[in-house]
């Protein structure tokens, strides 16, 4: 088993592979094998950093790193860094490979500078190789409240002390977006591949709807395209028939969701006012694909 870094060469190989190792992994379907095609024309990524794991001359595993940034309470911005994906193929899956090529890739990118990495992921891996809830450390995830434990939001300072003692917030970088920002181009990439059926399925990350947030748990809770097929991105009160069933703008959007907030009130912890609500959208809303700018 050997670790070195990406050619040109393997680049439709490891597309493939980072598809089939994510597909309906945290979501129906997948991005991540379009996020990496694009990466790779991206400023922020790091080529020395793009590594693949080979063995008996197949490529077996891939992860790539991206700068990024923390925002400061004071309104200042450090850099930062970030990685992912990073996948091993379904047929090698929890025998051990997946940690030697993260523990790899951390040692490289110590060396060549990095001191700290933000990321999303399960704890129950990464814990291992040393990661923490981000919160822990004073880093907070861009769409949730500062006093959340993000489970999912993690954190690991590779050189120790790096961070200082700072609070922060962290956004992922938007080339992580660009599913989004640019669906045609997704849809004409991922059509080059063999069809595979989206689905829910147990341990996906929570998904809502890209329009007004409602979470979206099975099919039934999903939009239709004209053809009748499931859109996985909205909910069927936002999109039906290939169309949002209504024009609006964000604040729009907002204003129509905060009458609901009695029921969602049902399912939180401690009450919102319409207007808490509605401060709580105007945060979270941005980062939907509809409204993403």
């Not at 990024?68 to 200042?76: I, N, R, V």
């Not at 409240?145 to 917030?169: C, H, N, R």
């Not at 640019?182 to 929570?206: H, I, R, V």
């Not at 399912?267 to 979270?284: D, I, L, S």
Request: hydrophobic share 35%.
């Amino acid at each position: 088993m050997t670790i070195r870094q990406e050619q040109p060469k393997d680049y439709r190989e490891v597309e493939n592979l980072t598809r089939e190792s994510f597909w309906n992994v945290y979501r129906p379907g997948c991005t991540e094998h379009y996020v990496l095609h694009c990466y790779r024309e991206n400023p922020d990524f790091i080529p020395e950093l793009d590594l693949v794991m080979e063995e008996n001359g197949r490529i077996i595993g891939h992860v790539m790193f991206s700068k990024a940034e923390l925002h400061l309470s004071d309104g200042t911005v450090r850099p930062s860094w970030t990685f992912g994906p990073i996948c091993i193929h379904p047929d090698l899956k929890r025998k051990g490979y997946g940690l030697k090529l993260l523990e790899f890739a951390l040692e490289k990118a110590r060396k060549a500078g990095v001191g700290f990495l933000c990321m999303e992921g399960n704890i129950d891996f990464y814990g291992k190789a040393g990661f923490v809830l981000a919160s822990s450390l004073g880093i907070h995830y861009h769409s949730e409240p500062k006093e959340s434990e993000v489970p999912f939001f993690l954190a690991k300072e590779l050189v120790p002390g790096w961070l200082g003692g700072i609070e922060a917030t962290y956004c992922p970088p938007k080339g992580y977006f660009v599913a989004d920002d640019d669906p045609e181009g997704f849809a004409e990439f991922e059509a080059s591949f063999p069809k595979k059926e989206k689905a829910f399925m147990p341990g996906q990350l929570p998904q809502f709807c890209q329009s007004c947030g409602m979470p979206l748990t099975c099919e039934d809770d999903c939009g239709k395209e004209e053809d009748g097929s499931v859109n996985y991105d909205y909910c069927k009160y936002c999109y039906q028939g290939g169309h949002f069933t209504k024009e609006c703008t964000m604040e729009e959007m907002i204003e129509s969701c905060a009458a609901f907030v009695d029921e969602v009130n049902k399912n939180m912890p401690h009450p919102m006012t319409a207007e808490q609500y509605k401060q709580m959208m105007r945060g979270f809303f941005p980062m939907l694909k509809r409204w993403r700018k």
